[in-house]
């Protein structure tokens, strides 16, 4: 509250990263009652001074009607001004747009271009959907060994599609030689009990252990229980 309190009179003063803190307060419910339209009025506040942070959330508030009516093409306006100043996640929620012709007219190329500049940032999201579109081909030549490079830089932060795809590659020995060792670890580190991908991964995983040593897959469960993820920017 008393955090509130300070970030409430510099932002009344036009003070740009306050508005901005401000509105991720009210919209969070941090210090204060949540309150999505007040942080709808903070963070524009911020973002017409040009504040790439308040322009990403701004955006993000469009795209999901939060205290702000639905606007996708609103959002997306938002997103390019951030996007244009380096913001990553604004990159990523660009090339979201262009990816599902939400409020800009699709275009898988673009697409990628935008989530190349968030995952060269080593935003997560953005490194897993550009390995999506290397293996896939959409939006940019196909090429499996790319796309493996960029699964493994999403999994290795703990994104567990990545993992389950990065799985998925080994096991198939696509863009790698086939590795049911290093197939059945990145199976293990996506089946925790909250991913939506759980049965299908274990199912994969057991599968893969019929053709595996007692040796390999108790080297492969060392491996897992080992692994640490590498830290996020």
């Known amino acids: ?13 036009g003070h740009a990263d306050a508005q901005s803190n401000l ?10 009652p949540q309150n999505e339209a007040e942080a709808v009025r903070w963070f524009r506040l911020a973002a017409e001074q040009g504040h790439a942070d308040a322009q990403s959330n701004l ?3 469009h795209r999901n009607g939060l205290g702000a009516p639905q606007d ?10 951030a996007a244009e100043q380096g913001h990553a996640d604004a990159q990523f929620n660009l090339g979201l747009g262009y990816d599902l012709d939400e409020g800009v007219e699709q275009d898988a190329a673009e697409a990628v271009r935008w989530f190349r500049l968030a995952a060269e940032q080593e935003h997560a999201a953005a490194q897993f959907n550009l390995g999506l579109r290397y293996d896939s081909g959409e939006g940019v030549e196909q090429d499996a060994a790319e796309a493996v490079q960029w699964l493994r830089l999403a999994a290795d932060q703990g994104l567990t599609d990545a993992q389950h795809n990065l799985g998925v590659m080994y096991a198939n020995g696509r863009g790698v030689p086939t590795d049911h060792v290093e197939a ?22 057991n599968a893969l252990a019929e053709q595996m040593t007692t040796e390999q897959i108790l080297e492969a ?3 897992a229980r080992d692994w640490t993820p590498t830290p996020q920017p």
């Open 23 to 32: 509105g991720f307060m009210y919209r969070n419910g941090f210090g204060a």
């Open 59 to 61: 955006g993000f508030m």
């Open 72 to 81: 996708e093409a609103e959002a997306v306006r938002w997103f390019r001004l």
């Open 221 to 223: 469960q060392r491996r």
């Open 1 to 13: 509250a008393e955090a509130v309190r300070w970030f409430q009179l510099a932002a009344e003063q």
């Open 184 to 205: 059945y670890i990145w199976f293990s580190l996506s089946a925790p009990p909250s991913s939506g991908l759980r049965d299908e991964t274990v199912s994969l995983r």
